[in-house]
T-cell receptor, first 114, second 114 residues
Framework: NAGVMQNPRHLVRRRGQEARLRCSPM?????VYWYRQLPEEGLKFMVY????????ESGMPKERFSAEFPKEGPSILRIQQVVRGDSAAYFCASSQTGYYQPQHFGDGTRLSIL | SQQGEEDPQALSIQEGENATMNCSYK?????LQWYRQNSGRGLVHLIL?????REKHSGRLRVTLDTSKKSSSLLITASRAADTASYFCATDPDSGGGADGLTFGKGTHLIIQP
């Protein structure tokens, strides 16, 4: 499988719980981007990471949200103490380099907060 | 309004007709990209046009870019039912160095009537 893999596809959490979303980039890609999409909206950039480094987190909420891309393993988007407003589709994309390259997207994780 | 706004919001045409979608943006860009999203899926990259290019073709797709008007158009010729999807333009802003996330509009929802 050469595509961007995200799991789980659907995640249900109760308010106050933690949500962990995982993303494995395409083979050979070391640049990962996370986006959030609300219904009937476009994608909103959250964070851009390279291996072990956060390059740009200007779109991340200041509290409860964090992201990592360790040397080994997938990138993780972590949301602590989830609230109803966190319900959305979260997409991960990867690119081979960070410059002027198309981004390849996974099918997203649909997060629902009860 | 946000960077990368598509127009119209929704478009319904008969199979075989051409579909034209427009995108306007605000800041200077390195490139502009068009993506397609089928319901419940991730985004699929269609075409990337650099800021020094005016027109680009890929199969039945034709993209134009007018940097003086900060606008782009996507033309799909001889539409097919399988083209039914949401189409997004995304800009890669010229932020002076370093790769940032893409900025997406809200998309055009295209319906091809058989």
């Amino acid at each position: 499988n050469a595509g961007v893999m995200q799991n789980p596809r659907h995640l249900v959490r109760r308010r106050g719980q933690e949500a962990r979303l995982r993303c494995s980039p395409m083979k050979g890609h070391s640049h990962v981007y996370w986006y959030r999409q609300l219904p009937e909206e476009g994608l909103k950039f959250m964070v851009y990471l390279q291996k072990e480094n956060i390059i740009d987190e200007s779109g991340m909420p200041k509290e409860r949200f964090s992201a990592e891309f360790p040397k080994e393993g997938p990138s993780i988007l972590r949301i602590q103490q989830v609230v109803r407003g966190d319900s959305a589709a979260y997409f991960c994309a990867s690119s081979q380099t960070g410059y002027y390259q198309p981004q390849h997207f996974g099918d997203g994780t649909r997060l629902s907060i009860l | 309004s946000q960077q990368g706004e598509e127009d119209p919001q929704a478009l319904s045409i008969q199979e075989g007709e051409n579909a034209t979608m427009n995108c306007s943006y605000k800041t200077s860009i390195n490139n502009l990209q068009w993506y397609r999203q089928n319901s419940g899926r991730g985004l699929v990259h269609l075409i990337l046009i650099r800021s020094n290019e005016r027109e680009k073709h890929s199969g039945r797709l034709r993209v134009t870019l007018d940097t003086s008007k900060k606008s782009s158009s996507l033309l799909i010729t001889a539409s097919r039912a399988a083209d039914t999807a949401s189409y997004f333009c995304a800009t890669d802003p010229d932020s002076g160095g370093g790769a940032d996330g893409l900025t997406f509009g809200k998309g055009t929802h295209l319906i091809i009537q058989p």
